[in-house]
């Protein structure tokens, strides 16, 4: 889940994938010949994600394209983006950014999406923007002990809150875009269609209400070892978190209520393989590749008609098969006011 280089902290991974292409051949003797290379850097996440990507994404790309070198970095980030654009000196081609980037206010750093090469129609609803398209539909889910509330599941965000029906520790990620505002505000009554702009005085009161229950996490494998060792009883966690907490049957997964974090593909302003670029976002987010992805991360696809498609493995517990209970962060809203935001939660965690 999940999340940019606020929410992955991975050293950084450099890795190549190359086919070279020669054609044999001449009456007197073989001569060999390459066609013309070239050279796509995309930078993601690192780590496991990426991994996936490679698999799913890169490998196949480079396969399907034999004069074409992917080469690989981490961790992305906005801010190394702004700078390149800047500059000049533009190094990235695609980069995977998180729902903070990419939006109109980014225009200055990025190239627009050129939708006669990427297939805007394909994308679900709100995942083709002007500057960015979807990469992944990622989740922040709540799991559970199963062993601690009598057969009980939390449905809500209102139940996650609620320490008398569900006794216990929170696991909560200590970020304030991260989907914890918008739970607050809910749990207090506040219609989904009504989070924005974020009421920050009283979802601040809200989580008031639980302070002394919760175990803040900053990244995933603390989220996922809170559950796992029975030290938080409800969490709210990255779905790929959760369900790497499911295997042994302790935990539980909850689709009644949860938010949404994604990822999404750009591309910095001023490369020099534009074209390149969106033809390899426009092969990234193709069916048998979106499908192909899910066998690695539980993440669901971006391509509608992908959501279907998905295999057995993870069928049922991706965020593309609970769309219904979705509650979608407004990534704009939250891109113009995250910096005051953060200062009145950072207030209210020293309170």
Not at 91 to 102: A, K
């Amino acid at each position: 889940m999940k999340v940019a280089v606020s929410r992955i902290r991975k050293r950084s991974v450099l890795w190549t994938c190359a086919v070279g292409v020669a054609m044999l051949g001449g009456a007197f003797g073989a001569s060999a010949s390459a066609a013309a290379q070239e050279t796509l850097t995309v930078s993601s996440y690192g780590g496991g994600y990426q991994e996936a990507q490679d698999k799913a994404y890169f490998q196949p790309f480079v396969k399907a394209n034999p004069s074409v070198t992917i080469r690989q970095d981490s961790p992305s980030s906005n801010a190394k983006i702004k700078a390149m654009a800047e500059s000049g000196n533009v190094t990235w081609d695609v980069v995977l950014v998180d729902d903070s980037f990419g939006l109109d206010a980014d225009a200055d750093w990025l190239e627009p999406i050129d939708y006669s090469i990427v297939n805007r129609e394909k994308f679900l609803e709100g995942y083709a923007g002007t500057y960015r398209v979807g990469a992944d539909v990622e989740a922040t889910i709540m799991a559970y002990r199963t062993d601690r509330f009598g057969g009980r599941v939390p449905q809500n965000f209102a139940d996650f809150f609620d320490t008398e029906k569900f006794p216990g520790k929170r696991a909560i990620w200590k970020f304030a875009p991260g989907g914890i505002f918008e739970a607050a505000l809910l749990a207090d009554g506040v219609p989904p269609d009504q989070l924005y702009p974020i009421d920050v005085e009283r979802a601040l009161k809200k989580l008031d209400t639980i302070k002394d229950d919760i175990i803040w996490w900053e990244t995933g494998s603390q989220a996922e070892q809170l559950l796992a060792s029975g030290e938080a009883s409800l969490g709210l966690v990255w779905v790929s978190r959760g369900l790497n907490a499911t295997q042994d049957g302790t935990v539980a997964i909850s689709w009644g209520q949860w938010t949404t974090q994604n990822g999404f593909w750009v591309v910095p302003k001023g490369t020099k393989n534009k074209e390149l670029a969106m033809r390899a976002i426009e092969f990234f987010t193709e069916v048998p590749q979106q499908v192909a992805f899910t066998e690695y991360m539980p993440y669901g696809p971006t391509n509608k008609d992908a959501v279907d498609k998905v295999r057995d493995r993870y069928k049922g517990n991706l965020p593309t098969d609970h769309l219904d209970t979705r509650v979608v962060v407004d990534s704009a809203w939250w891109a113009k006011n995250q910096a005051e935001v953060d200062q009145a939660f950072q207030e209210w965690l020293l309170e």
